[in-house]
RNA sequence: CGGGCCAUAGCGCAGUUAGGUUAGCGCGUUCGUCUGGGGGGCGAAAGGUCGCGAGUUCAAAUCUCGCUGGCCCGACCA
């Protein structure tokens, strides 16, 4: 993508709205405008970061044998009615009426209508178990949104639910969960640490929330430092493997890891040595949840049983904020100079600078650069603009992409470009050939092109 | 929902206390020119129903009332 022609509105200056640093920089990075407040427009840059965030997300799901499908945004209130919710949620849920009268609202999440289409169309032990989920936008009519994309009133989930014949299995759809989500967002570039949770209106008995840890998070934290030490790597799972599982679970639960909600300071001193306790602030980016029967028996979902009577299957369901993500990201992830991706996220891979676009040669280095860079399917944005050096120097710095290719006469004279990495500032000098050979190396190691 | 505050050019702001010719400044934008490796210099230009509606007044960006939208602190929340 050249930079003449793609739509990249950043700012110089911080509108005065933002508060905090995600925010700020997602309005002059380009990536949101906000439409009303809680409620965005996802610009080109800012979607290109969503849709890989979903990706990562989608991807997982799967590998866990997690179904995707798609539900709508508006519901039906009479099924909100049937589990009660309809009274209970409150002014959070919003409300609507169509134009013969009927009661709909915009989802605030999903469990009556998942369980609707779970009870008309399974029957039988022999279907279970069974996770469907999907990603879709959600509304939530704060009192009061803030924070840009990380507390908005509309926002991008992927909230999935498990179904599963009895307990024991459907904790381990719990622990397959929570394994599936630590390898979402270790691929992310995250470290999000699971921390036993209060079940909330959701109920249930099991429940864990998964933050972020940065200072602008929502929630006071305490934990272990021990587990911000654990990483899967590229650990293999067999996610149909109950004790596999649950041994992950072990490792990342053992460690003393809780939000102010659960915590207890006689517990904490008792557990952890002095020189391992933890308190920081986290940004909360999922969570995951067993409840047993509690919709099931209501709303009447069974299946037959292998004594062929009916019970109520036993749920879970799990979330993860996947436009909060987005925010997540940059408030673990900028410098005083802007954003700074992970490669795994990046709206562009690879930023190049052309020094001088009104110089042929220049030009045609930077046109060599982006075929040997496309033809290996890495994508890099070209800024081709007529711009100061110094403008397209901030600017690139701003939206964060993880390489910069800096290509000027003064270099080629030399016969060598300049790759700097984002996060550190280094940089080396390689031939125009070299570079994309880097690159591609450093890609195809990360797993991020073939 | 309690408390505080804001709305003037695309963005950031001044002007409102004490009403008074043509509403300014910086950045951005357009044109010209010099420049050309970290948001550059010079010169010119465009861009405003001062959020909306009533009212007070000879006169309202400025005072009063109402409305709308937005922000901050708290409680709440993926």
Redesign the pocket.
């Known amino acids: 993508m050249r930079v003449s022609r793609y739509f990249l509105p950043?700012?110089?200056?911080?509108?005065?709205?933002a508060?905090i640093v995600s925010h700020r920089l997602m309005l002059r990075a380009g990536m949101i405008r906000?439409a009303?407040?809680g409620i965005y427009s996802w610009m080109p840059l800012g979607l290109r970061v969503l849709q890989r965030i979903e990706k990562i997300v989608q991807e997982e799901q799967q590998r866990a044998g997690h179904i995707p499908l798609l539900m709508p945004t508006l519901q039906p209130a009479a099924l909100w009615r049937e589990s009660g919710r309809y009274d209970d949620y409150g002014e959070e849920m919003l409300r609507i009426k169509d134009r013969h009268g009927r009661d709909l609202l915009y989802g605030p999440t999903n469990e009556e209508l998942i369980t609707d289409i779970f009870r008309s169309h399974v029957r039988s032990y022999r279907d279970l178990p069974l996770t469907l989920y999907h990603v879709q936008w959600k509304f939530?009519d704060?009192?009061?949104?803030?924070?840009g994309v990380m507390?908005?009133?509309e926002?991008l989930?992927k909230d999935g639910y498990n179904f599963d014949v009895d307990r024991e299995s459907a904790l381990h759809a719990y622990n397959r969960h929570m394994v599936s989500y630590l390898r979402t967002y270790e691929r992310m570039g995250l470290k999000a640490i699971p921390m036993r949770a209060d079940t909330?209106?959701i109920g249930g008995t099991h429940s864990h929330?998964f933050l972020v840890l940065a200072d602008t998070g929502?929630?006071e934290v305490f934990f272990d430092s021990a587990i911000s030490e654990l990483n899967l790597g590229g650990r293999s799972v067999d996610f149909n493997n109950w004790q596999e599982c649950a041994a992950i679970v072990d490792e990342w639960t053992q460690p003393y890891a809780r939000t102010e909600e659960t915590h207890d300071p006689r517990t904490f001193e008792l557990e952890v040595p002095e020189e391992r306790r933890r308190s920081s602030r986290g940004i909360?980016?999922?969570?995951i949840f067993y409840f047993g029967t509690k919709y099931s028996e209501p709303m009447g979902a069974t299946v037959a049983g292998t004594d062929g009577t009916q019970v109520p299957v036993h749920m879970g369901s799990h979330?993860i904020?996947v436009?909060?993500l987005a925010g997540a990201v940059i408030e673990a992830c900028h410098d005083d100079?802007g954003i700074i991706w992970p490669e795994a996220v990046a709206p562009f891979p690879v930023g190049i600078i052309n020094?001088?676009p009104k110089d042929d040669k220049t030009s045609d280095i930077c046109e060599r650069i982006v075929r040997g860079l496309e033809s290996s399917g890495i994508e890099p944005l070209l800024d081709d603009t007529?711009e100061?050096?110094?403008?397209k120097?901030?600017?690139m710095?701003?939206i964060g992409l993880p390489w910069r290719i800096?290509v000027?006469?003064?270099?080629i004279a030399d016969g060598y470009v300049?790759l700097t990495r984002r996060s550190d500032g280094e940089t080396e000098k390689l031939g125009p050939e070299q570079v994309v050979e880097k690159l591609i190396d450093i890609f195809r190691a990360a797993g991020l092109t073939n």
């Open positions: 950043v700012l110089k200056e911080t509108p005065s709205d508060q906000q009303a407040a939530r704060e009192i009061r949104p803030r924070f507390r908005g009133r926002f989930m909330g209106p929330e929502e929630s909360e980016v999922g969570q979330g904020g436009s909060r100079r020094l001088a007529d100061r050096a110094g403008a120097f901030a600017t710095d701003l800096t000027g006469p003064r270099g300049e």
